[in-house]
């Protein structure tokens, strides 16, 4: 299976999942924003590859708007190219709108990490030949007043039904990219990929999630990553 055809498989699987209270909007970005998720895919996910980052789920200001993860809206488009046509989810929470590539806000992680890469690599042909980056679980989830509710705090009777969904993409996508190492960017996607791909032939490791609510990221997460990439014996 190619990628765009595991994500389409991963779309279907999670189409009918219900969740609930606190969680009062699931936004899907494989489903809205598929024309630019594909674009990326199409672009840069050619096997195989050293290594395959893996995150958490979309934030609202980077995937959730462009389809790609860790997708900060201007590095997506001027520094990737990606391209496509963003729709809206139904519902839509009124204070989290999908505006797609005209989305003002910047994703801090997004920027963070691509813009590590950017800096580091120049070219991102450059970067994608050796890691691709993807998400663990594709679905954004929002209480009534917008806040951001993580897979990990889902209740375990819905955490295992989207898990065995997640897990089974992400198995999938190992076997296509035939990475030597899967690095969970934070701890909770290293754990998954550690369950999922248990027994499968590939290594797994660990960066600093970029996200501003870590203290150790806002003290300089560029530096903090390239030491923890160097633990995982990737060299950049």
Same mark, same amino acid.
């Given at each position: 299976?190619?990628?765009?055809?595991?994500?389409?498989?991963?779309c279907k699987a999670v189409a009918p999942l219900r969740f609930a209270d606190p969680v009062a909007y699931v936004y899907n970005p494989l489903e809205?924003?598929?024309?630019?998720? *594909?674009?990326?895919?199409?672009?840069?996910?050619?096997?195989?590859? *050293?290594?395959?980052?893996?995150?958490?789920?979309?934030?609202?200001?980077?995937?959730?708007?462009?389809? @790609?993860?860790?997708?900060?809206?201007?590095?997506?488009? &001027?520094?990737?190219?990606?391209?496509?046509?963003?729709?809206?989810?139904?519902?839509?929470?009124? #204070?989290?709108?999908?505006?797609?590539? &005209?989305?003002?806000?910047? $994703?801090?992680?997004?920027?963070?990490?691509?813009?590590?890469?950017? $800096?580091?690599?120049?070219?991102? *042909?450059?970067?994608?030949?050796?890691?691709?980056?993807?998400?663990?679980?594709?679905? @954004?989830?929002?209480?009534?007043?917008?806040?951001?509710?993580?897979?990990?705090?889902?209740?375990?009777? $819905?955490?295992?039904?989207?898990?065995?969904?997640?897990?089974?993409?992400?198995?999938?996508?190992?076997?296509?990219? #035939?990475?030597?190492?899967?690095?969970?960017?934070?701890?909770?996607?290293?754990?998954?990929?550690?369950?999922?791909?248990?027994?499968? &032939?590939?290594?797994?490791?660990? @960066?600093?999630?970029?996200?501003?609510?870590?203290?150790?990221?806002?003290?300089?997460?560029? $530096?903090?990553? *390239?030491?923890?990439?160097?633990?995982?014996?990737?060299?950049?």
């Amino acid at each position: 299976m190619s990628l765009i055809q595991i994500d389409r498989a991963l779309c279907k699987a999670v189409a009918p999942l219900r969740f609930a209270d606190p969680v009062a909007y699931v936004y899907n970005p494989l489903e809205y924003a598929r024309a630019p998720h *594909e674009d990326y895919l199409a672009k840069f996910g050619a096997a195989p590859r *050293e290594a395959l980052l893996l995150g958490m789920n979309p934030g609202p200001f980077g995937m959730a708007q462009t389809g @790609v993860p860790f997708g900060e809206v201007a590095l997506v488009r &001027d520094w990737m190219g990606v391209r496509g046509k963003v729709t809206k989810p139904d519902p839509e929470h009124p #204070k989290r709108p999908v505006q797609g590539f &005209d989305c003002p806000r910047s $994703e801090v992680s997004g920027a963070r990490l691509w813009g590590w890469a950017k $800096e580091r690599f120049g070219a991102p *042909e450059k970067f994608f030949a050796r890691f691709f980056v993807i998400n663990y679980c594709p679905l @954004v989830f929002m209480s009534e007043s917008s806040r951001n509710i993580t897979p990990d705090k889902l209740p375990a009777a $819905e955490r295992e039904a989207l898990f065995a969904a997640c897990d089974e993409a992400l198995r999938a996508a190992v076997s296509f990219l #035939k990475p030597r190492i899967v690095i969970g960017v934070g701890a909770f996607a290293r754990k998954r990929a550690e369950e999922a791909c248990a027994g499968m &032939d590939v290594a797994f490791g660990q @960066v600093l999630h970029p996200s501003p609510a870590s203290p150790a990221a806002n003290r300089g997460w560029a $530096e903090a990553a *390239e030491k923890d990439f160097k633990k995982c014996g990737v060299g950049i």
